[in-house]
């Protein structure tokens, strides 16, 4: 019987533990996020179109910023009002190994941090200044990091040396005692 809920559990255990996030939902989040001063902005003064220039290094991160903007506003060249954003700091570090499980993967710890400004000017003349920093921390197995948004120079981190050799040593001997405890108790 318990043999059934193992088996159970183990294929159903990708059901029940959450999916992660890859890089372009978090960064599709932390540019929603971004927006919603903006939003609010061109909603109370009933603004409908807009110029807009985008300032930034990534051609994705100025068409997914481009394609939120324009949800709520038209562009048109001969608005009067104008809309600069620069994407001041877009970066996804993988700092350290969070977990070292027996069996299964190592998570990763993933910091995704993006730090953009909004400038909002009508004729010219500066109306509005919109800051938006914020990082957004999550783990995540190895096999799950992704390449689509991450720079390709992303570097795992190291696993430390008492990890490598001092960890599994300890496992082995304790492993090792309870079974001769296990042995030990039923022969008496």
Do not use: C, W
Not at 144 to 169: C, G, H, M, N, T
């Amino acid at each position: 019987m318990k043999i059934y809920f193992l088996l159970i559990f183990f294929l159903l255990k990708n059901f029940v533990f959450a999916q992660v996030n890859d890089d372009f939902q978090v960064l599709n989040r932390l540019i929603e996020k971004s927006l919603i001063p903006v939003q609010d902005f061109f909603i109370a003064d009933s603004i409908k179109s807009a110029k807009v220039q985008i300032y930034s290094s990534e051609p994705k991160l100025n068409d997914l910023i481009r394609f939120h903007l324009l949800k709520n506003i038209d562009e048109q060249p001969n608005s009067i009002y104008s809309m600069e954003v620069l994407v001041n700091k877009y970066e996804v570090v993988l700092p350290e190994v969070v977990s070292y499980p027996l069996f299964g993967e190592e998570k990763i710890q993933r910091k995704s941090s993006l730090d953009v400004s909004y400038l909002i000017s009508k004729n010219g003349v500066k109306i509005k200044n919109f800051n938006f920093s914020e990082t957004i921390t999550d783990t995540l197995t190895i096999s799950q990091i992704s390449d689509e948004i991450s720079p390709k120079s992303l570097k795992l981190p190291q696993v430390p040396f008492y990890r490598k050799i001092i960890e599994p040593a300890i496992i082995s001997t304790a492993t090792g005692i309870i079974v001769y405890l296990f042995f030990i108790t039923r022969s008496k």
